[in-house]
């Protein structure tokens, strides 16, 4: 028998894939996508994780994030860079095969960072942050970035739109405070749901949430 979370969890699951479904991406020649605005958040190593929280130690899912079997963990923790902290912090799952810390420039700000845009994965030459956890701390060499503007999408998304893996595009987001976005980058997986991730300073820019909807410019 299934207990209350994996009922949840499974629930959440086919509500996100119905409404990727269902979601309106293209009227007439225009190509519309919907926005998810990315707070700050950080990918942890086992190894970096087992230091900040025990040995053996298991992230717990709280919530199912758009990209599938991605998910927001219950743990946060507190980051510290030269002239600042921020606490609570949320940790993402499941665990990376590197940790990068994501942020976005006012946050670097606080913490006396000059934060590098960069598309994930690639932190040489980053600054580096210290984390601090319940039964440990870890201070990384490098990490800390802003991430890259970027749209996730399904290779069948990828071909009724006529858009490549690497593609960099234009995206507008219309309304009170409407704006173009520039250097967009397009990521095309069987792995990815259709979504275009901006970090808060963008969203409160332009006036958005997550669910609002943006038009790609090509």
Known sequence: M????EITRLSEEVARRVITR?????VGN???VPIGVSGRHIHLT???LESLFGKG???THMRSLSQPGEFAA???????????AIEKVRLLGPLRQFTQVELARSDGLKLGLDLPVRRTGDLAGSPGITLVGPNGTVVLKQGAIRGTRHIHMSPHDGERFSLVDGQIVRVKIEGPRALVLENVLVRVS??????FHIDTDDANAAGVTTGCLAEVLV
């Open 74 to 84: 219950q743990e946060t923790v507190t980051i510290v860079g030269p002239r600042g």
């Open 46 to 48: 086992r190894e970096v």
């Open 190 to 195: 069987s792995r990815f749901a259709l979504d």
């Open 22 to 26: 269902i979601a309106p991406p293209q």
């Open 2 to 5: 299934l207990t209350q979370s």
């Open 57 to 59: 130690y298991q992230l």
């Open 30 to 32: 225009r190509i519309l």
